[in-house]
């Protein structure tokens, strides 16, 4: 419950904690509140209407509260875990500051306090500045599609290209607060249509923020699309869910995004049988090396293009994202050379990680594909001999098929699995 208006998220969340948004009401139902509830005079008759209206609770957060949960929600969104960040969350009510770092809450100030820069800069500053709320996401739209950029100087930054960045310079911000302070009837309809329900708070909004940015000295802010309600959510999970990452929940979500985006039920179906083997033969491996110290033809090329100059994952860093783009565009067709250009720029760490991820997940696309294969559940071993993977299903053969085409292209797989791993592979299916 915010000052300007009610924001209401249902999620689902899986064992693990990932949490996905779905459209259907949900039981439990968290209900928080913020400043202007918190500076009512009547909270406690707000609070026992709305609990004889409608059967919430409503928790009224306090400042250090609020600011907390805009930094969890941050973290669902941006891959700041391990930096110290500066969070500005421009409200209806109160502008706060948040230092967080490693998912701690080291300061938090208001803007209202004096002394503002002296506190900032007294926890020994910051690394990266990110900004929350309705009106900062709506400057970055409007930098994004060029509002103001006539003002920017020399215009070195703009127009962008299809890759959305999710931040803007000192000098975009200036532009836009040019634009939007324009007067005269025409530029305001304009002003109107661009920012919608949110036009008349934005004059205020951006003049405020560019003057945060003089006064703490900052020249570049990066945009969470996550804040407070996102940060509840995943403190609610982190208690629910032993070994809840904060880190994890933007990686994911962006993924499934995309998928969902390409792929119809029948992609995603299979996506997911696929990683359920890829899964499995990692976690196989895994434990064996601690234990011992869109169109069909050409869609591997179209989903690395489409990953790699899309913004679409969020939450991964760019090392990060071009390593799942070459593992794309490499989980079939030729075996890819594990010298070639594209990878010189990664540490020798990083391209043995490509090595092993691509062997598993070539192969795991090739059994998938497998019109024989039906498995209830697969188990990954070791032993003298080699590798293992068995596969459980009913009424099943004795033998892993390996005839046709699809047998030449496991062939293949189990040949570069060897040449990777260094050990045999070997395939059977059991009865359940």
């Known amino acids: 419950m915010g000052t300007n208006s ?23 139902t968290i209900c928080v509140a913020t400043a202007t509830v918190r500076e009512a005079n009547n909270v406690f008759d ?9 059967g919430f609770e409503v928790s009224v957060l306090p400042g250090e509260e609020e600011a907390r949960f805009v930094y969890l929600g941050v973290l669902q969104f941006l891959p700041v875990f391990d930096k110290r960040v500066l969070v500005i969350d421009i409200g209806g009510g109160s502008t706060e500051f948040v230092i967080g770092e490693k998912g701690n809450v080291v300061l938090g100030v208001s803007f209202e306090e004096s002394e503002l820069v002296e506190k900032i800069k007294a926890f020994g500053g910051f690394e990266v500045v990110v900004g929350t709320s309705g009106t900062i996401r709506a400057i970055e739209k409007a930098v994004f599609n060029g509002y103001g950029k006539e003002y920017v100087e020399g215009n070195e930054v703009l127009p962008r290209d299809c890759k959305r960045e999710w931040k803007f310079s000192r000098g975009e911000l200036s532009g836009v607060v040019e634009r939007v302070c324009r007067e005269g009837e025409e530029e305001g309809v304009k002003r109107e249509g661009f920012f919608k329900r949110r036009s008349e708070f934005i004059v205020a909004g951006s003049v405020l923020l560019e003057e945060i940015f003089e006064a703490v000295g900052i020249e570049e802010m990066e945009v969470s699309e996550y804040a407070l309600g996102e940060g509840v959510i995943a403190e609610t999970l982190s208690k629910s869910f032993e070994g809840y990452d904060l880190n994890e929940n933007a990686r994911w979500q962006s993924a499934v995004r995309l998928a969902t985006r390409f792929s119809g039920k029948k992609g995603i179906k299979s996506a997911a049988r696929c990683s359920s083997i890829a899964k499995e033969i990692f976690e196989g491996l895994r434990k064996w090396s601690e234990g011992s110290s869109m ?39 030729k075996f890819p050379n594990f010298d070639e250009s594209s990878l010189q720029e990664f540490a020798d760490e990083l391209k043995q990680k490509f090595r092993v991820l ?6 795991s696309v090739v059994l998938q594909q497998s019109d024989g294969l039906n498995f209830q559940d697969m188990e990954f071993l070791h032993s003298q001999e080699g590798f293992k993977l ?42 359940e």
């Open 6 to 28: 009610f924001k209401m998220l249902i999620i689902q969340t899986d064992k693990t904690g990932k949490f996905l948004t779905i459209d259907r009401h949900k039981d439990p």
């Open 46 to 54: 707000f609070k026992r209407s709305v609990l004889e209206s409608i």
């Open 295 to 333: 169109v069909k033809q050409g869609y591997h090329k179209q989903s690395y293009h489409i990953i790699m100059n899309g913004n679409h994952l969020q939450g991964y860093s760019a090392e990060e994202v071009k390593l799942i783009a070459l593992l794309t565009r490499h989980h079939r067709k």
């Open 358 to 363: 691509c062997a598993i997940i070539r192969l």
């Open 390 to 431: 068995i596969f459980r299903e009913a009424g099943a053969i004795a033998s892993f098929p390996l005839a046709g085409d699809m047998g030449k292209e496991l062939r293949k797989e189990l040949e570069h699995f060897k040449t990777v791993f260094q050990q045999n592979l070997l395939l059977e299916v059991l009865p």
